[in-house]
């Protein structure tokens, strides 16, 4: 527990070997099963996970396919469709430069459009 009465999850990406110290709601931590010692997943592989990744898809009735970065992809378009600044995205997707991240904001045009539609000339 952090000293805002939060949890956090320790990640190191494996794509840019960024270590970085994240928080987690309250509902992920519970989805994480019963407390231990250590590593939460040790031993787990990316192997591992593609075929339970693979049945919750077809369970929730997805046909097409869908990989870990879409999850990265819609975690980033969501945050920022609800109004989630660029920076923090940024941090929470362990990016090196904000300019990564902005491809995610290109992407949500209904802030475009409402941004856009807060100016008038009445």
Known sequence: ???DQGYYIRICTEKTETE?????SHKALELCGEWG???????LT????HHPLKQWIAEAGINKKITFHCFRHSYAVIQISLGTDI???SKMLTHK???TTQIYADLVNSKKRETANK???K
């Not at 010692?37 to 031993?43: P, W």
Request: glycine share 10%.
């Open 20 to 24: 970085a110290t994240l928080p987690i």
């Open 46 to 49: 990316r192997a591992m996970t």
């Open 87 to 89: 920076y923090t995205v």
């Open 37 to 43: 010692k250590g590593l939460v997943f040790k031993g």
């Open 97 to 99: 430069n904000v300019t």
């Open 1 to 3: 527990m952090g000293p």
């Open 119 to 121: 100016i008038s000339l």
